[in-house]
């Protein structure tokens, strides 16, 4: 990479280490280490919320989605705007008016501290596995430039990060996530405003051979439970996950507690609410884009470059016969595309829809041969697929200009270190507030809980480092994070359903919550075609039911 992409890299990542050490300054209490004295603005909140979704893992694993199948994987999102209207009036004022720290305490409050010990130990496990995935995205990146190991790149992240969350508090991690917007929206558009320039065809004629790929396809009315992105899935799956994630999740939950107000920790949420389901369909849109550029260009056949040489080294002969037939099918693919671009400016319908057609055909032969290779690679790595994730990158480092490598690997890297950062924070608090501070020493002072907070927060940094090395094997990155939380996410938010109903009572939530966990893993252990977002309607609907029931008995 080129000293300039260095130099941008270096810069912006030294401003957001030296400014966020800067704003801890005076923290001598866990309150302002935690929760930032509860004084921040509604718009700095609101940004955070926002940023710690648009990490490092968006940047590279939608993109990548976007560019494989298009842009349907919007529809995941169809759900948050209901869900943040439903939590602005039941959940934020109940937990910023009960001046807790964690999500968790609430629940103490209305049932016992079982139940609290139980969800708030979920929380950790669904949100320390998901802080490894976060990590892994940009180890990623970092493996296809300079061909280190996975795990010396997820160390070269982790382990700055680790530090800097230790030394730091939620009001540093806070104002990182606003820089970390500025950057990754200023990105996205430089990236956009690239391929659309640099784009051979018109704009228009593009999009149409987008679409006749199945990329600009969006909505997919299908009731069926097996198919992982439709609008069913979305409005229903995704509004159980996005409710629980807004509402239950610590990582999310301490953003809004750090708002100055109930009014203010709502407008926070609903800038969430306005803008996530734009900024998502730009980032897939992004992804479109590479895909319709590589149209135009030598597109690699295999886009991880690791998995790519073993093949080459493994078996020379099916790797060159791939290669030759890879090669054949780019070709006729970007001659059947120019042949629909030119019939389209014909203006003759008919001839067209002919064209789009044949283009089609290139277009499943050229997949075809990528399946092959993909299967291939994994046969001779004895590893899954993870090839999507390497889409962004390749394109980004061969074919930007000057200085768009760095400051693209800038938001990257600085998307990776705020989202593990507030991660992190939220999994010290869990930590310290429902275990250490309620369990083994009430009446610690500040200055010691300060101390323990830190050393939680090394242990799961550690301890996420280790979950990146296995989550970068998975498959899509984005994919990864989500189907880890949906795993937890319904039972947990069947318990906060609960927890709002009076006839509910502490043995039904306790029995209710691990009756939603086991009714999921058997889902997904006997059934895992069904797709992972059901799981948080099975585990809400689970545990609302069966601690109704048992409360009834108890009663």
Not at 175 to 199: E, F, S, Y
Not at 210 to 224: K, W, Y
């Amino acid at each position: 990479m080129h000293w300039i992409n260095w130099v941008i890299v270096v810069s912006y990542l030294t401003f957001v280490v030296w400014d966020g050490l800067r704003r801890t300054r005076g923290t001598t209490n866990i309150e302002g280490y935690f929760l930032a004295n509860r004084s921040l603005p509604w718009w700095a909140v609101g940004l955070s919320v926002m940023a710690t979704q648009l990490s490092a893992v968006t940047l590279i694993g939608t993109t990548g989605q976007g560019a494989t199948d298009g842009l349907k994987f919007v529809q995941f999102y169809f759900g948050l705007p209901i869900a943040m209207v439903i939590l602005g009036v039941t959940l934020v004022p109940f937990l910023h008016g009960a001046k807790v720290y964690t999500a968790y305490e609430f629940l103490e409050r209305r049932f016992d501290a079982k139940t609290r010990t139980l969800t708030s130990l979920l929380f950790l496990l669904s949100r320390g596995m998901s802080c490894g995935a976060i990590i892994s995205a940009p180890a990623v990146v970092l493996s296809a430039i300079f061909g280190w190991s996975l795990t010396a790149c997820v160390a070269l992240i982790g382990v700055p990060t680790v530090i800097y969350t230790v030394l730091g508090g939620v009001q540093a991690v806070t104002w990182a996530d606003v820089k970390q917007m500025v950057v990754i929206v200023g990105t996205m558009t430089g990236i956009i405003v690239v391929l659309v320039m640099r784009m051979p065809v018109p704009i228009d004629d593009a999009f149409a051979l987008a679409g006749a790929a199945g990329r600009l396809q969006v909505f997919d009315f299908s009731f069926n439970l097996t198919n992982q992105y439709t609008f069913w899935s979305g409005i229903i799956g995704g509004t159980f996950l996005m409710l629980s994630y807004f509402g239950t999740d610590q990582s999310q939950v301490q953003r809004y507690l750090t708002a100055k107000s109930v009014d203010e920790a709502r407008s926070s949420l609903l800038m969430s609410a306005y803008w996530k389901i734009p900024l998502q369909a730009a980032i897939l849109l992004i992804g479109v884009l590479v895909f319709l550029f590589f149209l135009f260009q030598p597109a690699p056949m295999l886009y991880n470059p690791t998995h790519d040489r073993a093949v080459q080294e493994a078996s020379p002969e099916v790797h060159a016969e791939l290669s030759a037939r890879y090669g054949a099918a780019v070709a006729a693919r970007e001659v059947a595309a120019r042949e629909a671009v030119t019939v389209r400016a014909a203006g003759d319908a008919v001839a067209t829809k002919a064209a789009l057609g044949l283009y089609k055909q290139t277009e499943q032969a050229v997949g075809a041969v990528r399946t092959e290779a993909l299967a291939e690679a994994a046969r001779v790595t004895g590893q899954s697929s993870r090839d999507v994730n390497y889409i962004i990158p390749r394109f980004v480092l061969d074919h930007l200009p000057l200085g768009f490598a760095g400051l693209f690997l800038a938001a990257v890297l600085a998307a990776a270190m705020s989202s593990i950062a507030a991660e992190l924070n939220s999994l010290s608090t869990a930590t310290v507030v429902d275990f250490y501070q309620r369990r083994v020493k009430a009446d610690g002072s500040d200055a010691h809980y300060l101390r323990v907070s830190k050393w939680a927060t090394a242990l799961w940094g550690a301890f996420a480092c280790v979950v990146a090395t296995y989550a970068a094997t998975l498959g899509s990155l984005i994919e990864v994070v989500n189907r880890f939380g949906s795993f937890f996410y319904g039972s947990i938010l069947g318990v906060f359903i609960l927890a709002m109903i009076k006839r509910a009572r502490p043995l039904g939530a306790f029995v209710g919550l691990i009756a939603g966990m086991t009714a999921v893993g058997v889902i997904s252990w006997q059934v895992p075609s069904i797709a992972f977002l059901w799981h948080n309607v099975t585990g809400a609907v689970v545990v609302v039911l069966v601690g109704l029931g048992i409360s009834a008995f108890e009663g």
